[in-house]
């Protein structure tokens, strides 16, 4: 397969450019029977949209959903779900500017190399985070059909931006706090914190990093395909596709290199429900590849975006000659708060696909099959 | 495509288990051409072999590799090379015991639930790291082909022990020292705190986690295909099919989320053959999903192995009651060690399937193909 | 990955319904700098288009082809190409009507047990011959990569109709001819019969079956994969994806079944030009799963479509009873004239696939890619 | 993907030689629970083994399969199924005299060219009807998956050889009578027909084609992936991976070009069980790329096989020359009596994929995954 194409069951083909006619995915596989149209989508497009807020680029894009196919009386029909925004707010000049000039710590000096010149570099093409518009459509039908058919909750926010992180904050504060501050994060104190950063790193012409956790509740035990397509490595591979991101950890992560196994094992005990049950969750809800029945728990790192308005230092390589570059356009001063609808969708598109390969979701929503019911009537 | 299938044009698939017959692998893909015997194979697989040192497990096993295919007249056909090693120094008692009391961190609770119980939980199974012999066998073939087609260097290491880190090495140190102490660090003063934090750590009965670090030189620009099939995405994946492995990191990694854009952007300049080079490589030779021709570097945190002699907590979910257990059998006191090769054959998995999709490596070793050269004879 | 999906190197997604917003494809792993625009795919959907003549469905659809992502500057990018086309003369009363009588030797009944009645019925939805308009602008694409990059022909035409074969044609008369007449026959005076025995069977409100052979010349020896991924394999796979297809068949094909090694052996002989030929080509150009570098021939057989304007015996299954039907609505009669393209088309996807698998194609068009030009600038 | 696997989620992976040290196959996605020993796989390689009878090669195998992975207490436990036969009768002498005067009809020059020399020309190495012993070790486990969770009956038998068609026998003659002769023909008078035709075809030196018919019955409705995914498309591939095949149809197949829709199509009745059934089956089981519930028929053209004594003529390519050639060696005079074994197991193949795609078995052999048993204990 090609590098455009995700999931083995729930099958997600990325298409599109920034400054194109637009971005798009085809969702192979959906289930028969889903309640699906345009406003399952918008809201988790609306939260990733550029424009809303200090704290992102001030491109302007509506980013309205068109589904263009799979969909009959409102539900899905077991066909390919197509879905596409188009692109209005475009200004490609400023890129003209730069062919010859990449911007450091950004693709364009490896997909010219790559591609030989014919990749389309405005606004970076398909190395723009403009992209994950489709990932998110993908997320967001993928969902709402772990949400309807399994009680599956999937929450993502921001969890350290600039180097302040969050603290003691609960789940219920991630449900209903980390919409109400523009940077997404559960704990408005460390929020408020981040925000007078990123105003202040943005006047500077400078950017920031950070982190994004995200918590998944409600699986079944046994997601997963050991070992290659362990529900970690999965996770791993599309976490990695997302632009900007530098690395990604499970449960105790990092820092369980420095632990002790005693210290990180997660102990069994009986909880009050008469279930197995773990006093710790080092293991962020994977073990051996599969999820436990423990809250699936993961961090992805973002690096600062490349773009920046201060000086630095390039080559000119249609001169071969070192120079200087201030990076025109209009960019992100963070990706973090727009990352966190991002990965709660790209989390959603994994499960998904495992639910499916593991036989908890149906070809067809709510169908049961078996060896009776495969008699035509 | 299921679990235990990796690759789209180099395509390995593991199988095997700890206390079965063997473990092996069959790899689809590999050029024709490329001079192939088991002594190509055999000395990864000897870094890897338990038994060897203090630092590891006491099981001992030769794991002496077999060619069942794919090779004629000392050269690979273009069929698939099938490989395996046969088990020897198998003890199943000590699991026959555990089989209703979870150890815990194991996956032997998940996947219990996930195989309702069929899986082969002698030695763990298919959740044993012993499985990674199949991805050394696969890895081993993949250096080969890498370096005798591209000059690729492949280097990994042990960076981080039980929170000591190695200091203040170069490649060079990396080449020519990682090898002479048993615990695989280039720093030879860390190296020897690290082996006596295991001796010790051992004595307690307890275990300990750590930090290999990859290095790949020499690679073409451009390996890699976004979005879902980055580079970064394939690596990850791949680590994370690992036992242990918890979290992967590129470049500077969970860092770079401290960072502002200002300090973490790999600058342009000419280097002294007059090649465009960065100042610094914080984007670990990875750029936009594909390699940037700078060093790919990588780094993999392994938590400490599960088996410890410590008495923990768990549940007879025969009994449905919290029980103590102390974990028999032989066991790593730490997986880093071991990990080295291991990592090594991963990386060049991904890096020779990327190689091939890209055209960098011919289906035919040493082969053109082109317009001209289609004819018969 | 899922159905709808086809292709390891070429890779293509097809998407939509016959009485949906349209149909289209995406398709990945286009090799960069191919020069594309909506006139290089027009022509082969204007020959695939209803409406045509005489000899087919008097549904009127312009099916104009939008290109969506993947080109810049009139070259296709490296990155996926999504095309799509609108449905314009949707009219889908009749199918309403038939909701609980479904068609005999149509998808209805099969379809709505599989997707327990959430299928898009409307036009026959998904398997409406309507959605090879998505083959036919994949394979446009893959024809041009093909002319341009390894100068493959590939030629499809109508042998058989009704019953009524053609004979006595040359590859000229194929090139010349075929397009001269409605059905689409090298042999002109052939097609005439053809063409009395469609207007007579409309006339009867019944239908025709008839044959389509592919050729395709100037194929680099070795295209295909074996075992699984042979050249007939795929195209034979591809063949039964086309509605109303029923059986295909390579070079002698089942006449070799009455046939002795010695009759049906192609033997080799040194054309005038110094190159091994072989005197017959029983094996339709290929063998042991791969081309050989004599001409691709195969055929495939089309089943009369099941639309008729007779009287047939259903049930209804709201009722659990025996009724007669007339299907209402425009069909074609006979499906083999407006096949001919689709076949092209689809034959090469397959080829482009395999013809990128082997390396005979880059994927930078044009472009070489060595251990030598793999260094940044 | 590579050329050696098959399949989606029951993954089939080939590998070895017809000389080199064995045959085998790997199968992943074989659901945990299967109760499975080397019993039931050494049936049908008894029925594929060479040297069997009159009509055979006189090559003698014992082909004992044994199994390397996936079984654990005589029951499979998810893990990937590896399975080998070792080569014991190996005479690679005739074959260092042919390489360079191929052989006509033969892989040899194409395999030559594509793997410029390479490949392992012994026993045609890979090109050998010697690599089916795998499709049949994973079709012997695919048949015991399908009987055993859906009673799925496959039925192959020799419809056709050399001309002569097998008439007038019911399914009930298939069940008894195929295997009480060499042909494996159900019509016995036939059968002695077909024999007598072999003998005296052996004799002088020539070989025979035919046809083998293949019924499946008690398929559930909708087994089948529309479009790329049909039914008859992944019976359609794999029935081309066999090596001889040179055609496939399903049901009147090419007969159909030759009818007319009021012929060919299958009009519904209520039959006595009170069941949605058709009059006719002429679909051969296949509408709309689903089974349709009423039986699989298909059948498979075998060439020839183009190993004969005859004289025949050829080029020596290391003189540039024309030669006359007779093959040496011991070879099958027709392939069609082995080959029933083989398309029996590849239809399972087909199958067991598309019933676990569908949802109609389980990763769990029994199990039920629902949203109310993904608890752990």
Same mark, same amino acid.
């Given at each position: 397969?090609?590098?455009?194409?995700?999931?083995?069951?729930?099958?997600?083909?990325?298409?599109?450019?920034?400054?194109?006619?637009?971005?798009?995915?085809?969702?192979?596989?959906?289930?028969?029977?889903?309640?699906?149209?345009?406003?399952d989508?918008?809201?988790?497009l609306?939260?990733? &949209?550029?424009?809303?807020?200090?704290?992102?680029?001030?491109?302007?894009?509506?980013?309205?959903?068109?589904?263009?196919?799979?969909?009959? #009386?409102?539900?899905?029909? *077991?066909?390919?779900?197509?879905?596409?925004?188009?692109?209005?707010?475009?200004?490609?000049r400023?890129?003209?500017?730069?062919?010859?000039?990449?911007?450091?710590?950004?693709?364009?000096?490896?997909?010219?190399?790559?591609?030989?010149?014919? #990749?389309?570099?405005?606004?970076?093409?398909?190395?723009?985070?403009?992209?994950?518009?489709?990932?998110?459509?993908?997320?967001?039908?993928?969902?709402?059909?772990?949400?309807?058919?399994?009680?599956?909750?999937?929450?993502?926010?921001?969890?350290?931006?600039?180097?302040?992180?969050?603290a003691?904050?609960?789940?219920?504060?991630?449900? &209903?706090?980390?919409?109400?501050?523009?940077?997404?994060?559960?704990?408005?104190?460390?929020?408020?914190?981040?925000?007078?950063?990123?105003?202040?790193?943005?006047?500077?012409?400078?950017?920031? *990093?950070?982190i994004v956790?995200?918590?998944?509740?409600?699986?079944?035990?046994?997601?997963?395909?050991?070992?290659?397509?362990?529900l970690?490595?999965?996770?791993?591979?599309?976490?990695?596709?997302?632009p900007?991101?530098?690395?990604?950890?499970f *449960?105790?992560?990092?820092?369980?290199?420095?632990?002790?196994?005693?210290?990180?094992?997660?102990?069994?005990?009986?909880?009050?429900?008469?279930?197995?049950?773990?006093?710790?969750? #080092?293991?962020?809800?994977?073990?051996?590849g599969?999820?436990?029945?423990?809250?699936?728990?993961?961090?992805?790192?973002?690096?600062?975006?490349?773009?920046?308005?201060?000086?630095?230092?390039?080559?000119?390589?249609?001169?071969?000659?070192?120079?200087?570059?201030?990076?025109?356009?209009?960019?992100?001063?963070?990706?973090?708060? &727009?990352?966190?609808?991002?990965?709660?969708?790209?989390?959603?598109?994994?499960?998904?696909?495992?639910?499916?390969?593991?036989?908890?979701?149906?070809?067809?929503?709510?169908?049961k099959?078996?060896?009776?019911?495969?008699?035509?009537?």
């Amino acid at each position: 397969m090609t590098g455009n194409v995700f999931g083995e069951r729930f099958v997600v083909v990325s298409f599109g450019e920034s400054h194109g006619k637009g971005v798009g995915v085809v969702v192979d596989g959906v289930p028969a029977g889903l309640g699906l149209a345009e406003s399952d989508i918008q809201p988790d497009l609306d939260l990733r &949209r550029p424009g809303q807020s200090i704290v992102t680029t001030q491109r302007k894009e509506r980013d309205v959903v068109e589904i263009l196919s799979g969909v009959f #009386n409102g539900k899905t029909t *077991g066909a390919p779900v197509a879905m596409m925004i188009r692109n209005t707010d475009v200004d490609s000049r400023s890129y003209e500017s730069m062919v010859n000039t990449p911007r450091p710590s950004h693709a364009d000096l490896a997909h010219r190399t790559k591609y030989q010149g014919f #990749n389309d570099y405005r606004g970076s093409g398909r190395a723009s985070a403009r992209v994950t518009a489709g990932f998110v459509m993908a997320g967001a039908l993928a969902k709402k059909l772990l949400r309807e058919e399994l009680g599956v909750e999937i929450l993502a926010y921001t969890l350290e931006l600039g180097g302040i992180r969050a603290a003691g904050f609960t789940l219920e504060d991630v449900r &209903r706090k980390r919409y109400l501050n523009e940077v997404r994060c559960p704990d408005q104190a460390a929020a408020e914190e981040m925000k007078k950063l990123v105003v202040k790193c943005r006047g500077e012409g400078d950017s920031l *990093g950070g982190i994004v956790e995200c918590v998944a509740l409600n699986l079944p035990v046994g997601l997963g395909e050991p070992v290659f397509g362990s529900l970690d490595s999965d996770l791993a591979r599309i976490a990695l596709a997302i632009p900007a991101v530098k690395g990604v950890e499970f *449960g105790s992560g990092f820092a369980a290199a420095r632990l002790k196994g005693s210290q990180n094992n997660d102990q069994y005990f009986i909880d009050k429900t008469g279930r197995v049950a773990t006093m710790t969750n #080092n293991s962020g809800g994977v073990v051996g590849g599969v999820s436990s029945g423990e809250p699936l728990v993961y961090r992805t790192a973002f690096k600062p975006p490349a773009s920046i308005a201060k000086r630095q230092r390039t080559v000119d390589i249609s001169k071969n000659k070192e120079v200087d570059l201030v990076v025109p356009g209009r960019h992100d001063p963070v990706v973090v708060p &727009r990352a966190v609808p991002i990965v709660e969708c790209c989390t959603a598109i994994v499960l998904a696909d495992h639910a499916l390969r593991a036989g908890f979701i149906s070809p067809v929503v709510g169908g049961k099959r078996s060896k009776d019911d495969r008699e035509r009537p």
